[in-house]
Structures are given as structure tokens and as C-alpha cells.
């Protein structure tokens, strides 16, 4: 055997125990985790700041609220995250939620001790082989949408009139009023061909919106715009966090017209190049700054919300909320069961970590009373 073919064979052995090595070591040195897209800008910062006291990394897949939930019954992921309501469901026993049984009265003492929680479970009876939930913050859903071209904006300039939605105290939409007539004519339709124009949208809002004296006029203002664009509604996959939050908060059960994307960030792309299209995406999409995409403006009695311009102080109160929550299960045969109850106190409840809320328009659920 010459010395060029020994070592070339050395080198692809070596290659593939260091392959075989690696893919042995690797799960071990992390703890996987995942579910909801929406959560993934907050826990892809979360999880690059953090590290386990025995160097363990957090690893996040995105693949939806639907998997966070089967997964980590599954034991796939460690703990599950969900960007909508647990559902009943979802588990044969509801989860325990954290948030009343051990965090309603949290001092600035324990949040500031990373193992405060690990140390409360570790000496509460009957916790063991329970599922047990955390909900760390919540979200806001912001209908977006792209006019250019249309005539829309000049319309609603002339007859001074707004996009708007107007919902309850419980930020719902109220069933058979006419801002859910209107986004039920934007959602509902099965085909291309039944989807309404910028024209008919206009139409809805001078119908609906105009005092009686200006109706006349602004409906004769609503011809002025494209009847040849379509209203293109877009939306998150069904089974995910934001379209679940969606129905939840308006009633409506978007039809088979609608464009189906798996992240609020494809979402908002998606719309951003195509004039005529609408969608609702997280407030951390739904408030950026865009010379072509505008928000709807939610209003609820004298109150009026807008996404777009308004600033995050304006937008605490902001009425279409959906929770943040992450699951898991509570077993002691777990040998990652501390790092993870850890990780878990650290992320929703750490000072250290308002910032990284705050980066992604998001604040902590968790506080200290």
C-alpha cells in the first residue's frame, strides 16, 4: 500500500468517526424544543443568550402550534411552544397553568433566582407526570394589507373616511356587524372568482361607515377605485397559533380562496410585493415601517388603535391579543428536568430578558408584584 492511498484512507476514516462521533454527541449537548412560528423571533434571541450550567444549548424548530402540542406529548420536544388558547382537547387533563398556581404573587426576590421554580416543584406534592403550562407573554394580531394601485388610499382620503374594524371589550369581533360583514366578505369566499374587488371593499365601508347626509357622496367616491383587483385575503396555515387566534377573535373560518403561508414573516413579505392582497401577521410585523403596506385600524368605542403609526406606549391596550404559552412535562426520570424548569423561570420571568421581549414587541406575562 503506498503512502498516498494510506493516507487518503486515514483521512475518510477519520472523516467518518468524526461524523459518527458527532451525530452520537450532538442530541446530548442540546435540548430540543420547538412549535409555534410566531414564537421563534423571541426564542431564537432567548435561546442565543442562554446556556444550561452544563453547557447545554436550547434548539427551536418552527413547526407550528399543532406540533408544539403533539410533540411534546410525544417526548419530541422538551417543551412545546403554542401561540394561541390550550384547547380542551388538546390533553386528556388540562395542564396545570403556572401562571395562578405558583406565579400570581411573585416577589422581586424569587424572580431574580433562576432556580426559584425548579426548588417550588421539587418540594410540591403530586406534581409528578403532570403537564404543566406557562403563559410568558401576549401577542397581538394586526391586519395588514398592500392598495397600491387600487385607489383605496385616495378614496379614503376624499371621503375622509378609515379602515377600520371595530370590535368588543374582549377585542371580538361581534358577529353579523358590519365590520364582521366585512371582513367575512374578505375571508369567506371557496374561489378566485368569488373574491371581492377594491371596488366592493370600498363600496362596504362607504355603505357601512358614512354618516347618512355624506353616504351618497362617498359611495359615488368608492367608483372611483379598481374594480379589476381582486381583495386577496392571506393567511397562516390552518392548525397554526395566529389562524386558530384569528377565528377565535373574529368568528369567521377563512374559505378556500385564501393564500396559505407557514410564517407571519412569509406572510408579510408576501404582501408587501403584492398589490391588492390583506393579512393579519404578529404586531412585531404588523407595527414595521413600510412604504407599501398599511394596518387596518381597530377601534373600540371611542378608542382607536393604528398599528402602523401608533407607538408602542399607545399600543399597550391594543384589544386583538392572543397568549404566548409554553408546555411541558414534569418528569423526574428527565435528566435535563432542572436546566429545563430553569430555562423556563429564566425566559418569562428575568429582568434580564425585558429588553429581548421589548426587541420583538412582545413584554413579559410574568411580573413581580
Known sequence: MNKKFFLVMVIVVGAIVGLWSWTLVAPNNSISIGGSASVQPLL?????????EDGKKFVYSATGSGAGV????????????????????????????????????????????RKWYSNQLANTPG??????????????IVFVYNDKGTGFDEFLKKSNLEFKFEVDENGNFVKDEKSYRILNAIYKPDSQNDLISWNDLAKLIANEFSLPENKKANLSLA????NKVKV????????????????????????????EYGANGTIYSQIEKSPGSIGFVSMLYGSANSST?????????EKTWDPSNDSTQELVDYPLTRPFIAI???????????????????????PEVEKIYASVGLTQSVQAK
Open 232 to 259: 386577496t385575503p392571506y393567511s397562516s396555515t390552518s392548525g397554526s397559533g395566529t389562524r386558530t387566534s384569528f377565528s377565535n377573535l373574529t368568528g369567521i373560518e377563512p374559505g378556500n380562496a385564501v393564500k
Open 70 to 113: 403533539t410533540n411534546v406529548q410525544e417526548g419530541v420536544y422538551e417543551i412545546g411552544f403554542i401561540s394561541k388558547e390550550i384547547k380542551e382537547d388538546d390533553f386528556e387533563k388540562e395542564p396545570i397553568n403556572e401562571n395562578k398556581a405558583l406565579f400570581s404573587n411573585l416577589s422581586k426576590d424569587a424572580i431574580n433566582d
Open 328 to 350: 411541558y412535562k414534569y418528569d423526574r426520570n428527565n435528566n435535563d428536568l432542572n436546566s429545563i424548569l430553569d430555562f423556563l423561570f429564566w425566559m418569562a420571568a428575568s
Open 127 to 140: 406534581v409528578d407526570d403532570t403537564y404543566r403550562s406557562i403563559e410568558f407573554a401576549r401577542d397581538s
Open 293 to 301: 403596506i398599511k394596518s387596518v385600524k381597530i377601534s373600540n368605542g
Open 223 to 226: 367608483e372611483e377605485v379598481s
Open 44 to 52: 431564537k434571541k432567548l435561546t442565543d443568550k442562554y446556556k444550561t
